[in-house]
């Protein structure tokens, strides 16, 4: 562990990932649902985007290779993610984003505040929780004069009480491994195989936590960098919503929602005995106690507002009815059944069938899905569909509707494919940039490979040629599987991508 990292992980860099929790957008929904004013970015805003934390800056280059007029700022400490996050902005020749080299705990006070510019809305994924109270308060001290009047902040922690009996585990992982390993993700995996066996051997405090069992359960399919960044640095504190909600209020920023958009419906997160209790007090810090007492997932993605302005319903319902939302899926793909914190609830045929049949060929306004002649169920509940289509992952919010692909997005998305083929599994979820949704279009490497690939001329005809490319090492069932994702691909997701504008 290194002197200037304070405790924090600076031996291995974490990898590229994108979260669409920290899309303006998203933000802007769960606002909107909470009846709080957020102006959903507009077609030709020219917004003020701030991530702390960016890692190697994958989110942060979306969202600018998406906004060609959106200023973009990403700051992080560890020298190597700023060198690659400015490298891979030079290739695909992005000039509205910069990545600052600034630690957190200073730069409110640090004349480099200077290159920051205020901010419309701000992200921190994945740090909060993971670094130490100074750097804590000097996020805060950063926001209170960087975020403008109006402005979102999200923020995303590991959240007691679930990680409560997981501590133990975490705990194990790093100090037994900082014994075993030298290099961080070496000490991460060597902590790692220890819990596995005491929890083999019966321990108990690894054996009762649901907690504890999933996380070893998922670890051995993590990336070592991610299990370095999530397990070993010397502060690593879950925290109560209230706290964090509390640490906030000195920047004059409120808790508004969630940008896990389901969680902003009470009747979808609690069973009707839990409402009743949650109900007795007007207190959102209270419901959301009760909340976090009630639901077993272990990280909270808040978003918070300086200067809330409550909207009445009508007025929010207006404003939910002008959303464009755009499909992530065919409407062959569509759930009618969905597994929500409060249980299994069935999605009405009826009504989400015409719907999808309806967004098939690009994205549509809420209002005008709503309008749909053929619809069985209720037409005056915009918050609903979007909380459900874009809650589930269903579809993304659309800021320019069927606007063509811009040089930046369609140069970003080729930069991606090539950067990362090498070192990724192509079938890991990233996100593509895309002008027409001003966020990432939610897809795999292998799609944009067939992007690509049908760009430079190729079609179907081709696929053997992309088997060759791609899958020249594969035994005989790897190469019928990967036959069928390219046969998938290019018969299904391209059609999503296009309407998406994508390419
Ligand atoms: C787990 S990573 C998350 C990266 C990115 N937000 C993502 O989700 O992919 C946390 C990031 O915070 C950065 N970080 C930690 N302490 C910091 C500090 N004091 N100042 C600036 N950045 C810091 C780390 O270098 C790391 O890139």
């Not at 985007?49 to 060609?68: R, T, V």
């Not at 209020?249 to 389901?262: P, R, Y």
């Not at 027409?436 to 040629?465: H, K, M, Q």
Request: hydrophobic letters at 45%.
């Amino acid at each position: 562990m290194s002197g200037w990292g304070g405790g924090y992980v600076t031996d291995i860099a974490y990898m590229t990932g994108y979260y669409r929790h920290q899309s303006p957008s998203v933000m802007a929904l769960a606002c909107l649902l909470g009846g709080v004013a957020s102006p959903m970015p507009g077609h030709d805003d020219p917004v003020s985007y701030l991530e702390l934390g960016c890692g190697q800056g994958f989110g942060a280059l979306i969202l600018a290779a998406s906004n060609p007029h959106w200023t973009v700022t990403a700051i992080d400490f560890n020298p190597a993610h700023v060198a690659a996050a400015r490298a891979w902005a030079a290739q695909a020749g992005l000039d509205n984003v910069s990545f600052l080299e600034a630690d957190l705990s200073t730069l409110a006070e640090d004349s480099a505040s200077s290159q920051v510019p205020a901010a419309d809305f701000v992200s921190m994924h994945g740090v909060w929780t993971w670094v130490p109270p100074a750097v804590q308060s000097g996020i805060v001290r950063l926001l209170r004069s960087k975020v403008k009047p109006g402005g979102a902040v999200h923020v995303s922690y590991n959240s007691l009480p679930a990680w409560g009996s997981a501590l133990g585990m975490q705990r194990m992982v790093r100090d037994c491994g900082r014994r075993l390993g030298t290099r961080s993700d070496r000490q991460a995996e060597e902590g790692v195989k220890l819990v596995k066996e005491l929890q083999a051997a019966d321990a108990v405090q690894l054996k009762r936590s649901l907690l504890a069992t999933s996380l070893i359960n998922r670890i051995g399919i993590m990336p070592a960098p991610y299990l370095a960044h999530e397990y070993m640095h010397d502060s690593f504190a879950p925290c109560f919503h209230a706290d964090v909600a509390g640490a906030f209020a000195d920047a004059k920023l409120e808790w508004v929602g969630s940008v896990t958009l389901i969680e902003n419906f009470p009747e979808l997160t609690l069973t009707p005995e839990q409402r009743a209790v949650a109900q007795r007090f007007d207190d959102p810090l209270l419901s959301e106690l009760m909340k976090d007492m009630c639901l077993e997932r272990s990280l909270r993605q808040d978003v918070f507002v300086r200067g809330v302005r409550r909207m009445n319903p009508a007025v929010r319902d207006a404003a939910l009815m002008d959303v464009w939302l755009a499909l992530n899926i065919s409407p062959e793909e569509m759930p009618y059944e969905a597994e929500m914190p409060a249980g299994r609830a069935a999605l009405n045929r009826g009504f989400y069938g015409p719907i999808t049949e309806a967004m098939a060929m690009g994205p549509r306004r809420v209002g005008d899905l709503l309008a749909l002649p053929n619809l069985e169920g209720r037409r005056d509940n915009p918050a609903e569909l979007i909380g459900i289509l874009v809650g589930l992952d269903l579809a993304e919010p659309a800021a320019r509707p069927g606007a063509e692909p811009t040089p930046q997005a369609l140069r970003f998305n080729r930069v991606t494919l090539a950067n990362l083929r090498r070192t990724e599994n192509l079938g890991r979820q990233i996100a593509a940039a895309s002008y027409a949704l001003g966020t990432g279009a939610p897809c795999t490497l292998f799609d944009l490979y067939v992007v690509e690939r049908v760009e430079a001329g190729d079609s179907e005809a081709s696929i053997d040629d992309w088997m060759r490319d791609i899958g020249g090492n594969l035994d005989e069932e790897g190469r019928g599987k990967l036959r069928e994702v390219f046969t998938k691909a290019f018969h299904v997701r391209l059609a999503i991508l296009r309407a998406q504008g994508v390419f």
